[in-house]
């Protein structure tokens, strides 16, 4: 990795440091980090804040270096079976400006994406980024995809055959492209904007579909075939039902938003969507919370796996239906009976990134790829 890339990625995740704790975390002498972030300076990749504060130092004191966040920026995109997404942002995930897109199901990819592109295009014309530099474009979508070739494998909902995301949108935006399954790369923005700590990181993103990430030491395990996290595609026991994935007996036939929706169908007068079940669900409709128990618990039953395999430090909640405190409630007693241990969902939290910003996972995986060279994301 360049040695540039290694001090960036320091400060961003321990903060402004000196050129000496620069050069005792990334193992140069403080003569070749002088010279390096010297360079740096140069190019604009650093900023220098001034000497360190401390009541209690004698003699010379540090002077701090930082990332400018405010210096560069990059678009982001989310593609999602339920619609698409495009923002400006800064490398700390703050938002500039932001579009949401309608889907046309009539439309071929290419044309999709060329209207993405044009609406991407829109955003970087903002006045307040006037003087910013343009590192180019993060993009998230749903369903698996070859990180190498920048090609959408198959994204569920939306288009069943492969789809060269990336050299479309370079071509249309004549700007780098990253993309990322983008649940993977939710997972990412809520380690780097949402401000979890490091370890091991669960991230499981509920609605339309099951999709989940791990994260370990800041990196995403995205397994041999790049194909890990695909907890909504695995199989659960004498379920015959066909999956939108063309595979039949998936956890998202019978523990997904629409799940719920059709575990209802039976009772006197059945929530028809998911806003209709949130308002029977704050009203404590007990026919309705007591037709939703197999489906949580088939959820639980799927996260308690999940658990016990990777071990992590936080199962993190994305989306929808989780974020309700009654059906969050109900999900933990169905791991805690399931398991009989009243601990068993401990470490279950929120997520911090806002349902409606699904764009910064993308922004997250260009940061890290763009800004930062991490060339395992994105």
């Not at 199901?105 to 343009?134: C, G, M, S, Y």
């Not at 308690?304 to 071990?311: G, P």
């Amino acid at each position: 990795m360049p040695r540039r890339h290694s001090l960036l990625q320091l400060l961003r995740r321990h903060g402004p440091l000196s050129r000496k704790d620069l050069a005792r975390l990334v193992g140069l002498t403080p003569a070749s980090v002088t010279i390096l972030t010297g360079r740096m300076l140069a190019s604009g990749f650093l900023l220098e804040l001034g000497e360190e504060v401390s009541q209690n130092r004698a003699g010379r004191r540090k002077v701090l270096l930082d990332i400018p966040y405010d210096k560069f920026v990059v678009l982001a995109a989310s593609i999602e079976s339920d619609g698409m997404t495009a923002a400006l942002c800064r490398l700390n995930g703050t938002v500039v400006a932001r579009q949401t897109l309608p889907l046309n199901f009539q439309e071929a990819p290419e044309e999709a994406l060329i209207r993405l592109a044009k609406t991407l295009t829109e955003l970087v014309q903002d006045p307040r980024v006037k003087n910013n530099r343009l590192l180019g474009l993060g993009v998230g979508i749903v369903g698996p995809i070859d990180r190498n070739r920048g090609v959408s494998l198959h994204a569920y909902g939306l288009w069943n055959q492969e789809v060269p995301v990336v050299a479309i949108l370079e071509r249309e935006l004549e700007l780098p492209v990253c993309l990322e399954n983008n649940v993977r790369a939710l997972a990412l923005a809520e380690m780097d904007f949402g401000g979890l700590e490091g370890g091991r990181q669960l991230f499981l993103k509920y609605g339309p579909g099951i999709g989940a990430a791990l994260i370990i030491d800041h990196q995403l395990s995205t397994g041999a075939h790049n194909r890990s996290g695909e907890l909504g595609h695995t199989l659960v026991p004498a379920n015959a039902l066909v999956c939108r994935c063309g595979r039949t007996g998936c956890l998202e036939t019978v523990a997904s938003p629409q799940a719920m929706i059709d575990a209802c169908l039976n009772l006197p007068s059945p929530p028809a969507t998911l806003k209709d079940l949130r308002t029977a669900v704050d009203a404590g409709d007990e026919e309705v919370l007591n037709a939703l128990v197999p489906v949580l618990d088939h959820l639980a039953t799927a996260l308690i796996n999940a658990v016990q395999l990777f071990d992590p430090h936080w199962l993190v909640v994305y989306g929808g239906f989780l974020n309700h405190p009654e059906i969050l409630k109900r999900l933990s007693d169905s791991m805690g009976r399931l398991t009989g241990d009243a601990q068993a969902a401990a470490t279950l939290r929120h997520c911090t990134i806002p349902e409606d910003a699904p764009f910064l996972g993308g922004a997250a995986v260009a940061v890290r790829r763009l800004f930062l060279g991490d060339s395992a994301t994105g």
